[in-house]
């Protein structure tokens, strides 16, 4: 059973850095595609950024420029470093995969998930 455990979050201030770590476990890394979704009190999931691991990621607008994912095959994580942010980025950030060769955006076409850290930015 693959399973995903992140980590990282905590509070900043506007301006500020975090890195969120999702390690897997169950499964190859490399198996999956893998993405970031967040979710803000009172609002719908949204998508975050994704990686298919050879060259191919995706950003949502608001956060281009200022969020990287990455992987770690050797050690089965994925990342998500964010800069400069914002009171706007403030949301419990999922980790999810899927199975396959296509990035999706649609959280239900996404077969596993982690348990969601907290990220809250502060003005």
């Known amino acids: 059973q693959v399973q995903l455990v992140e980590s990282g979050g905590g509070l900043v201030q506007a301006g500020g850095s975090l890195r969120l770590s999702c390690a897997v476990s169950?499964?190859?890394?490399?198996?999956?595609?893998m993405a970031w979704f967040r979710q803000a009190p009172g609002k719908e999931r949204e998508v975050v950024s994704a990686?298919?691991?050879?060259?191919?990621?995706y950003y949502t607008d608001s956060v281009k420029g200022r969020f990287t994912i990455s992987r770690d095959n050797a050690k089965n994580t994925v990342y998500l470093q964010m800069n400069s942010l914002k009171p706007e980025d403030t949301a419990v950030y999922y980790c999810?995969?899927?199975?396959?060769?296509?990035?999706?955006?649609?959280?239900?076409?996404?077969?596993?998930w982690g348990q969601g850290t907290q990220v809250t930015v502060s003005s």
């Open positions: 990686s298919r691991g050879i060259g191919s990621t």
């Open positions: 169950g499964g190859s890394l490399s198996s999956y595609i």
């Open positions: 999810a995969a899927r199975r396959g060769v296509l990035i999706r955006l649609n959280g239900y076409e996404y077969d596993y």
